[in-house]
DNA sequence: CTACTACACTCGCATATGCTCATGCAAGCG
DNA sequence: CGCTTGCATGAGCATATGCGAGTGTAGTAG
């Protein structure tokens, strides 16, 4: 396997990346996300979170590319721009239930 | 696809995990960790980083199942506990190559 | 025993970040 | 024109987090 130089600078771009991933209302937004473009509105009518609150994170998830924009008259539009997130939280899944079923071997008995 | 069931506690729990990457400083350390085992002054020496730093690094690392322990007399040997690490790594270097080329497209004419 | 080493931990500071409230602003409608 | 709607943005607050300095502790050597 090519392995890819991983500088310092390229570490800090991930990590970045990664912080985007790193709060649960953006994951919820991306889930809702997974099935077509929603409204501002219908995001906050599905996930309970604040208007302010949603347009920020919307914000910030359109700024690291997951997700992309579309004004249409009074609407914004979001869609997601890269599924490659829920290979990612596929991944992380994956992790959580082999250490829950490590941690089931050890207590159970 | 099999869909996960990704209720908001599954959420809070990547998120979590997410959370963990979200730093340079611990993917650096994963990352000097790609080779094999360390001690805690291997990896202060590797990173420049200060010891209490990398410390509670490593703690944060093995409380989250990326790394584990291993005391040897003076020494705290850590190893790498998944390389999927990298397989998340990876996939964000290639969103961040995707969206560089796409960003060359549009600004060299 | 003392001295040293490798490491973990606590404290305090600086900064970042999520959240809410309020406001601004553009688009449609009367 | 004014009014409403959908959304973005700024201010302020509470909390979280990375970091360094200093301290504690277990193991080793002398």
């Known amino acids: 396997m090519a392995r890819r130089a991983l500088t310092p600078d390229v570490l800090a771009l991930v990590a970045e990346r990664f912080r985007v991933l790193a ?3 953006r994951l919820q ?4 996300l997974r099935d077509g473009e929603l409204t501002v509105t219908d995001l906050v009518l599905a996930t309970g979170l604040g208007q302010a609150n949603v347009s920020k994170h919307l ?7 997951f997700v992309s924009r579309r004004k249409e008259g009074l609407f914004s539009f979001y869609i997601l721009a890269d599924r490659s997130v829920f290979q990612l939280c596929e991944i992380m899944c994956d992790r959580l239930q082999a250490e829950h079923r490590a941690r089931t071997r050890v207590l159970t008995r």
Do not use: K, N, T
């Open 29 to 32: 937004i991306l889930q809702c």
């Open 59 to 65: 914000r910030q998830l359109d700024a690291s590319g």
């Open 23 to 25: 709060e649960p209302a």
